[in-house]
Each structure stands twice: as C-alpha cells, then as structure tokens.
C-alpha cells in the first residue's frame, strides 16, 4: 500500500464546476500535508498548506482529518486554467516529503 | 531572485552509463532534495542533503549517490543506468526551519 494515495482520475468537468479530490496517508506521524499543482511537463508547485482546522484560498479550499488520515481539496466555479494535476503531499519527521500518485483535473469550456 | 535551477534540461544516456544531475537552490536556501518521478507518477524521494552530508534517503539503490557543496549546490549521480531510470528528475530546496519546498523545473533523462 502506498503511503499516500489519491484517485488518478482523470476528472473532467465543465467550467464553473466545482470538484473535489480526496487523498489519504497511512503514516499517522506524518506532521504538515500540502497540496501541490503540477502542470503537463512541468515541476510541482505549492498550491496550499492544508490545516486540520481547514483553510481557504479564494476559489481553493483544503482540509485535514486526522482521525481519518484524510485530506481533501475543494475547487470552487472551475477555470480552464486549473486544469493540470493535484499532488497530496505528506511532509515526516526526517524532513521529507512523501507524494501521492497525482490527481489529473480536465476542465472543459 | 534566481529559483531552482538544474542543468541539463534534457539528457539521452546509454544503458550501463553514468549521468550526473546538477541543482542550484534558492538563495538562502541550505537543504537540497531529489525526487524521481516517472512517467504518470508522482516524485518519489531520493535523497536529502544538509550541511554537505546525506541526511535521509529514500528506497533507491547504491547506483543513485550525491553530493553537497559548500554554496549549498548538488549533484545526483546515477551509475550502470537502467531503462527504468528514465524519468523527470526534480530538486527541490527548502530554508532553515521552513517545511516549504520549491522545486527546479527537472532534468528530463531517457536511457536508450
């Protein structure tokens, strides 16, 4: 079993949806999730940190369950510029970060 | 403010050769780590290294070693390359006490 695992998807969905990806890690010491966005052929980048007492970033929600070891990502009224993959990122003690399979979002006008 | 740099950008080896990846972090940054990611998947951890020595390291093989500099900048060795080597290899470095990671933009390696 993978210690971090999403569904790979693809979603695809019309603009102005909203969608949400769900991701769960099986290390419960693992200490900070992120979510990062990687698009085609291109690094990752942060797109947030995730709080068990959830956060918001405009149109972006992400929240932590850690009695479940559950972190999911909301995307609110979808652009065509989000399309791209969604990584569930688990940050352990030993400083590294463990990376979910990915997440491919497609929105389509 | 230079971000994380790598060089090459592209790289074709032959099976059984050696390739060295090279990885400058960002300014002020003292932690450098790799990642391999394969086709379809996430980045998978290689290694990290602080204060020129590894510090954690992930479930690669004695083929994959590195380095350290003073000035913070590394390298990724790979040696005997295997076709399954081929991938986006990323580096990514962090601050003092800072979680965040920024990433270079990879070295695209194919093993023919």
């Known amino acids: 079993r993978k210690e971090v695992e999403q569904d790979p998807g693809p979603f695809n969905v019309p603009e102005g949806a909203t969608v949400a990806f769900n991701c769960t890690y099986s290390?419960?010491?693992?200490?900070?999730f992120f979510w990062y966005r990687q698009d085609c052929r291109k690094e990752p980048k942060l797109l947030m940190s995730?709080?068990?007492s959830g956060n918001e970033d405009g149109r972006f929600t992400a929240q932590l369950n850690r009695a479940s070891q559950y972190i999911s990502l909301l995307i609110r009224d979808s652009k065509l510029s989000d399309s791209a993959t969604y990584l569930c990122?688990?940050?352990?003690?030993?400083?590294?970060?463990?990376f979910g399979g990915g997440t491919r979002l497609m929105v389509k006008p | 403010d230079a971000g994380v740099t790598q060089s090459p950008t592209h790289l074709i080896k032959t099976r059984g050769q050696q390739v060295t990846l090279r990885c400058s972090p960002k300014?002020?940054?003292?932690?450098v780590s790799w990642y391999q990611q394969a086709l379809g998947q996430g980045p998978q951890f290689i290694f990290q290294?602080?204060?020129?020595?590894?510090?954690q390291r992930g479930n690669f093989p004695d083929r994959f070693s590195g380095h350290q500099f003073p000035n913070y900048s590394s390298e990724l060795n790979v040696n005997a390359l295997l076709l399954g080597d081929s991938a986006l290899y990323l580096c990514?470095?962090?601050?003092?006490?800072?979680?965040?990671?920024?990433f270079g933009q990879g070295t695209r390696l194919t093993v023919v």
């Open positions: 290390n419960s010491a693992s200490q900070s």
């Open positions: 990514a470095s962090s601050g003092p006490g800072n979680t965040e990671a920024f």
């Open positions: 290294y602080y204060e020129e020595e590894e510090r």
């Open positions: 300014s002020g940054h003292d932690t």
């Open positions: 995730v709080y068990s």
């Open positions: 990122v688990a940050y352990n003690a030993g400083n590294m970060l463990t």
